[in-house]
């Protein structure tokens, strides 16, 4: 099997399961869980396959695998169904179908009961095929279809449990949301395609980065803010970012697909693909750096005040991936990928054994679980995989996250002291300062998840015994990227530009101390505030403790209330989130009230000019259309009440007409 022929099966074998799922799902349930798994996992190990033959892309020696075909002649630029596969692109096409594989195995034991299970995995095979094709395409518009169907797949994947409230509104606010960022990328994508002549991205990024045939952009900056807007929804970056904490109401094997390897991937891994454009404009490249530091700092803070588990790492999720969009703002895509790369690992790891956790516990309730005692040996595999995934998390060595977090940081000080070109000073210090800000922040929550989850203190947590060996494997399967991949980054370079991935001394130093810190401080508040815990928290509701795991979930979300309705009325005086943070935990926990912004400067007038335009419609244009209607109507009736079919009342008629016809005359004689 040629090279060519392996990648293309790559997006298409997940695909076709798709296909085959969604026709036998009914007729022959037997073969949904094989025709979910298999072709995600013959997928995984073709990216395999393609990234060992590219053994690096052009950094290791090899060119970057190309090839393409006409798919429409437009008679202006045409458009290529084409591959463009660099180190950067085999090494996420990996991550993307490991962690997808990893989903579907997870799948067939945690939604083992779930009678829309064949929908669903049909869906995530889908939702899979798609970013598999943004990941490998030269081509924009292309990759503009891949990017929408993942739009299509997120709305049904996260409304899976329709019956409950927050699921729709969730689906409804992820679609609505990342489809206002997609109208100016798609026009970004034109304005780009206008000024290079070609939607072709391996052409375009020749075009602004060679020494010898470069022409640069007519309005950079235009275009790489329409792009953003784009990335910012897909990738849940302030302001788009609201979506994401929501779509938690969505089966937690959904989350951990959509914050580790799809959807929220796809903008960081565009913009990595068209930094050149970005770098084009020092402007755009500010831009980047403070939606990057807000992002990161603001979600920080948010997740330090949320009681659902799956909250607390999602608003992680839109931290994790501010440092990514940091990490381009200094234009350093190697660093950027390298730690989306490590993310993916550990946080589909952490999503996965939240779902241990929340059935285990039957809530979702971090102030709940607080009140259990032994939910540490009910599930050993999830405590031991957590814990070391929350370490990667909180960028503590020699786990992941530490070399790909201080990969950015390391880039952002090369920036801030001037030393990267093109690249002002001021935006390696926003980045640089906003990211050592975080790293505190992150431990702390990261450390307030770990106490609250795993060493609550109260009535036993129920037995249910031990969870499928699917769901444990995959677990530890997850584990050896999460504790070991970060210690490629002496080799990775070959895979990326060449820059160097090697952790600095100064900023080693200063965020594994920010962390350290972070942790130490969650830690003592923990100890201090843990004194309150036999006080039951209001919103502390546990679902039902003998049902299935997904069921169990949806139970949990439909009930409790203080995660998906009035988060600051949970008031918990064992929280240690809340000693900390004080009078901010209340705008904390509710996102800074975005969404309340959002609600009065859009959402409100939107509403109001909705029934201003139905009550014209009603009153005004409905009423001109019944009065068009009804005057012939009247007309006719009166004509139809002349036509009695008596010849005397037609000659009494013709007679008294021809008279005042007559008198009429006469006066008009008079008168001349």
Excluded at 94 to 119: E, F, H, K
Excluded at 223 to 231: E, S, T
């Amino acid at each position: 099997m040629t090279t060519t022929t392996a990648a293309v099966l790559v997006p298409l074998l997940p695909f076709l399961g798709a296909a085959a799922g969604l026709l036998v799902g009914r007729r022959a349930p037997g073969f949904v869980r094989p025709v979910a798994v298999l072709p995600t996992l013959a997928a995984a190990a073709l990216a395999v396959l393609v990234a060992v033959r590219q053994g690096g892309g052009a950094g290791g020696g090899t060119a970057p695998l190309t090839a393409a075909t006409r798919l429409a002649d437009t008679g202006s630029i045409p458009v290529d169904l084409a591959l463009h596969i660099d180190g950067f692109a085999a090494l996420v096409a990996v991550l993307v179908a490991v962690v997808a594989s990893c989903v579907q195995i997870y799948s067939t034991g945690y939604l083992r009961d779930d009678p829309r299970y064949p929908s669903y995995a049909a869906l995530v095979s889908l939702f899979t095929a798609a970013m598999l094709l943004v990941v490998y395409s030269d081509d924009l518009i292309v990759l503009l279809v891949g990017w929408e169907i993942m739009g299509i797949c997120s709305y049904f994947l996260v409304g899976h449990y329709w019956e409950t409230a927050a699921a729709r509104s969730a689906s409804l606010k992820a679609f609505l949301v990342t489809k206002l960022g997609d109208v100016p990328f798609l026009i970004g994508i034109f304005a780009l395609a206008g000024d290079t002549g070609t939607f072709r991205i391996s052409e375009i990024h020749t075009r602004l980065t060679s020494e010898t045939a470069g022409v640069p952009l007519d309005h950079p900056t235009l275009i790489a803010l329409l792009l953003l807007a784009g990335v910012a929804g897909k990738s849940a970056q302030f302001p788009l970012h609201t979506w994401l904490p929501d779509a938690m109401a969505g089966p937690t094997p959904v989350s951990a697909l959509i914050h580790a390897a799809t959807m929220v991937a796809a903008g960081v891994f565009v913009v990595a693909r068209l930094l050149p454009v970005f770098a084009s404009s020092s402007a755009a490249l500010a831009v980047l750096a403070v939606m990057a530091a807000v992002t990161m700092v603001g979600s920080a803070l948010a997740a330090l005040a949320q009681d659902d588990i799956k909250r607390v790492l999602a608003y992680s999720t839109v931290g994790q991936l501010g440092y990514m969009t940091g990490a381009l703002a200094v234009d350093d895509r190697g660093a950027a990928v390298f730690h989306l790369i490590t993310h993916g690992a550990f946080k589909a790891l952490l999503f996965l054994g939240a779902g241990v956790v929340i059935h285990a516990a039957g809530s979702n309730s971090l102030a709940a679980m607080s009140r259990m005692s032994g939910l540490t040996r009910r599930i050993p595999d999830a405590f031991w995989t957590m814990t070391v995934a929350l370490l990667a998390l909180a960028a503590i060595p020699p786990f992941a996250g530490f070399f790909s977090k201080e990969a950015v940081l390391g880039a952002a000080e090369h920036a801030a002291t001037g030393h990267t070109s093109g690249v002002p000073a001021g935006v390696g210090w926003t980045v640089l300062l906003a990211g050592l800000l975080t790293a505190l922040l992150t431990a702390g929550y990261a450390a307030r998840l770990w106490l609250l989850a795993f060493r609550g203190r109260g009535e036993p947590a129920p037995d249910h015994g031990k969870q499928p060996v699917a769901m444990n494997a995959v677990l530890w399967a997850l584990f050896i990227p999460t504790a070991a991949l970060g210690l490629a980054y002496g080799r990775l370079p070959d895979w990326f530009d060449g820059e160097s991935l090697t952790p600095t001394l100064t900023t080693s130093v200063l965020g594994t101390g920010a962390a350290l810190i972070g942790a130490l401080v969650m830690y003592a508040a923990w100890r201090h505030s843990a004194a309150r815990a036999a006080r039951v928290p209001l919103g502390a509701v546990a679902a039902h403790p003998e049902a299935a795991d997904a069921v169990s979930e949806a139970e949990a979300i439909a009930t409790h209330e203080a995660a998906y309705g009035s988060i600051a009325g949970a008031r918990d005086p064992a929280d240690p989130g809340r000693l900390l943070l004080g009078p901010l935990h209340r705008h904390a926990a509710v996102g800074f009230h975005l969404d309340a912004v959002y609600s009065a400067l859009f959402v409100r007038p939107v509403r109001a000019a909705a029934r201003l335009v139905r009550f014209l419609d009603r009153e005004v244009v409905e009423t001109y259309v019944r009065g068009a209607g009804g005057a012939p109507r009247l007309l006719g009736a009166a004509v139809r009440r002349a036509q009695t079919g008596n010849v005397q009342t037609y000659l009494g008629a013709l007679l008294a007409g021809s008279l005042v016809l007559a008198v009429a005359a006469v006066l008009v004689a008079a008168g001349a």
